[in-house]
């Protein structure tokens, strides 16, 4: 019930192509999807985040889709760089007394330049 | 220093040892985190304290003993480790403990990548 699965476990792709990272949850009280990024060396830092009461958010590059029937989301990264090579953690809060993070196994994404 | 520290960043030790990883936060948040990081496995919360009180243990074996001195220091005293338990510990911040659904953005540490002989 708690669980967010993630896939693909790791995935390349070329500069300029999209990558993309889907994530499916299962508890209906989760409200606050956020995404996070991890560099070899460095913690995780949030990237962008969404609430289902909208489809889609774009910052720069970045684009969380959401579907609240299908219980799942995605991370689209436009024109990927190879700066973008890190590993990226979906996560979902909601329904507890704290807004606990519940995260992803996490992708391993690689950009080739 | 700003943001969240973490040390040591690499530690090894036996399965007898007793070590402590500490972490610092200059955020002026009042929620602290340790978390799990293991390779090919989703972040696994270990314990949470708000205002240096406990609020969560995750389940987590008893040879792992946190401590919250303060808003600002967390630790975690490690003994009688098993080699399971090598892995990245991650140390988090947020700015309070939301008490309805919604957002808690987290700030991280490094890490310290602890390896257990």
């Known amino acids: 019930q708690q669980q967010v699965k993630q896939s693909p476990q790791s995935l390349i792709v070329q500069k300029g192509g999209i990558s993309i990272i889907n994530c499916a949850y299962e508890?209906?009280?989760?409200?606050?999807f956020p995404w996070y990024q991890q560099f070899p060396g460095k913690g995780p830092a949030l990237l962008i985040a969404?609430?289902?009461?909208?489809s889609e958010k774009k910052e720069g590059r970045f684009t969380i889709s959401f579907n609240k029937s299908a219980k799942q989301f995605s991370l689209h990264i436009m024109d990927s760089q190879p700066g973008d090579s890190a590993t990226y953690f979906c996560?979902?809060?909601?329904?507890?007394?704290?807004?606990?993070?519940?995260f992803g196994q996490g992708t391993i994404l690689t950009v080739h330049p | 220093e700003t943001g969240v520290t973490q040390t040591p960043r690499h530690l090894v030790m036996g399965m007898t040892n007793k070590k402590s990883l500490k972490c610092e936060q200059h955020l002026g948040h009042n929620a602290m985190y340790w978390y799990k990081q293991s390779a090919k496995k989703p972040l696994e919360l270990m314990f949470v304290y708000s205002l240096e009180e406990r609020v969560e243990n995750n389940s987590v074996p008893s040879r792992f003993s946190p401590e919250c001195p303060n808003s600002s220091h967390l630790f975690l005293h490690l003994h009688t480790l098993q080699p399971e338990d090598s892995a990245l510990y991650l140390c988090?911040?947020?700015?309070?403990?939301?008490?309805?659904?919604?957002?808690?953005?987290?700030?991280f540490g490094a890490g310290s990548r602890l390896t257990v002989l």
């Open positions: 996560a979902a809060s909601g329904g507890t007394s704290y807004g606990k993070l519940t």
């Open positions: 508890n209906t009280a989760f409200d606050y």
């Open positions: 988090a911040s947020s700015p309070d403990l939301l008490r309805i659904s919604g957002a808690n953005v987290l700030t």
């Open positions: 969404i609430r289902p009461d909208v």
